[in-house]
T-cell receptor, first 127, second 109 residues
Framework: QVQLVESGGGVVQPGRSLRLSCAAS????????MHWVRRAPGKGLEWVAV??????????ADSVKGRFTISRDNSKNTLFLQMNSLRPEDTAVHYC???????FGSGSYAYHYMDVWGKGTTVTVSS | EIVLTQSPGTLSLSPGERATLSCRAS???????LAWYQQRPGQAPRLLIY???SRATGIPDRFSGSGSGTDFTLTISRLEPEDFAVYYC??????????FGQGTKLEIK
């Protein structure tokens, strides 16, 4: 079945780095754009970054731009999030998710939503 | 930047009752780009609705979405115990490309 498993979370001091991984199985990973989304304690969901199926396009939330880098290895069915210059406000459960596939407008336009989600990995930034 | 505002912040209802959750955009949006998610405590979010009104695979038909322009609604016709959770709307736009509302907590009365 379709499965996403995040790893790499942990406790880290402010200013340090962490690399998250998301291992995909049960579907053709290289066909799907992939997201990172996070939820800080006591707060709502925050979209972090998205990468196209082939890795050529990526977009970031303003809150992480210049500090985080999304990447993927389609040969290993794995998505990554390199997190540098971490701040206490980056403390959150980080989820990876597939972009949903579907079209409207006689197939001319794609829907854009997060379809399958992993269970998340927790990042805590604290001194 | 388009802001999504969900209301109410918390909704207290009993099993069997009807729930109506609102998501309002700060400007008119394409309804095809509006989705709803459910997040139960300790679990990952789950896609419920995409394209404002299309149910995702496996979602019970007591969940329905509607709306256009700036006002969107998620309706749960008869609440089951497992429906008590936090619900988020999400929009695909230009900058940032993806935005979530702040969430509505649906709690047992």
């Amino acid at each position: 079945q379709v499965q996403l498993v995040e790893s790499g979370g942990g406790v880290v001091q402010p200013g340090r780095s962490l690399r998250l991984s998301c291992a995909a199985s049960g579907f053709t990973f290289s066909d799907y754009a992939m997201h990172w989304v996070r939820r800080a304690p006591g707060k709502g969901l925050e979209w972090v970054a998205v990468m196209s199926y082939d890795g050529t396009r990526k977009y970031y939330a303003d809150s992480v731009k210049g500090r985080f880098t999304i990447s993927r290895d389609n040969s290993k069915n794995t998505l990554f999030l390199q997190m540098n210059s971490l701040r206490p406000e980056d403390t959150a459960v980080h989820y990876c998710a597939t972009e949903g596939v579907g079209y409207f407008g006689s197939g001319s336009y794609a829907y854009h939503y997060m379809d399958v989600w992993g269970k998340g990995t927790t990042v805590t930034v604290s001194s | 930047e388009i802001v999504l505002t969900q209301s109410p912040g918390t909704l207290s209802l009993s099993p069997g009752e009807r729930a109506t959750l609102s998501c309002r955009a700060s400007q008119s949006v394409n309804s095809n780009y509006l989705a709803w998610y459910q997040q139960r405590p300790g679990q990952a979010p789950r896609l419920l609705i995409y394209g404002a009104s299309s149910r995702a695979t496996g979602i019970p038909d007591r969940f329905s979405g509607s709306g256009s322009g700036t006002d969107f609604t998620l309706t749960i016709s008869r609440l089951e115990p497992e429906d008590f959770a936090v619900y988020y709307c999400q929009l695909y736009g230009s900058s940032p490309p993806y935005t979530f509302g702040q969430g509505t907590k649906l709690e047992i009365k």
